[in-house]
Nanobody, 121 residues
Framework: QVQLVESGGGLVQAGGSLRLSCAAS????????MGWFRQGPGKEREFVAG????????YYADSVKGRFTISRDNAKNTVYVQMNSLKVEDTANYYC??????????????WGQGTQVTVSS
């Protein structure tokens, strides 16, 4: 089992920045691929970014490329997503997720409870 706890959400103006954090426990973090997903109002949950177990491979949705950066600190069992140049359409509940193959993409098995990000115009 893996427990994931997100933090760092909040209200920000368009053009601003936020950094979300996700603390993991329960399994060797450095073997897990980690990802961020989001679900906006009236929308399906979508992939935002993923990172492999080592941090060497990173993946992004086209909608966030160049604005969001995913990173991880295996010593702290934490994954981050730095979100810059935020847009109103980035408003969503953001979820941290873990996958056991370590690739940072594919089937995510474990999910956090989510943290709300609201971007105002």
């Amino acid at each position: 089992q893996v427990q994931l706890v997100e933090s760092g959400g909040g209200l920000v103006q368009a053009g601003g920045s936020l950094r979300l954090s996700c603390a993991a426990s329960g399994r060797t973090f450095s073997t897990l691929g980690m990802g961020w997903f989001r679900q906006g109002p009236g929308k399906e949950r979508e992939f935002v970014a993923g990172v492999s177990w080592s941090g060497a491979s990173r993946y992004y949705a086209d909608s966030v490329k160049g604005r969001f950066t995913i990173s991880r600190d295996n010593a702290k069992n934490t994954v981050y997503v730095q979100m810059n140049s935020l847009k109103v359409e980035d408003t969503a509940n953001y979820y941290c997720a873990a996958e056991v193959m370590g690739r940072g993409q594919g089937r995510y098995t474990y999910w956090g409870q989510g943290t709300q990000v609201t971007v105002s115009s």
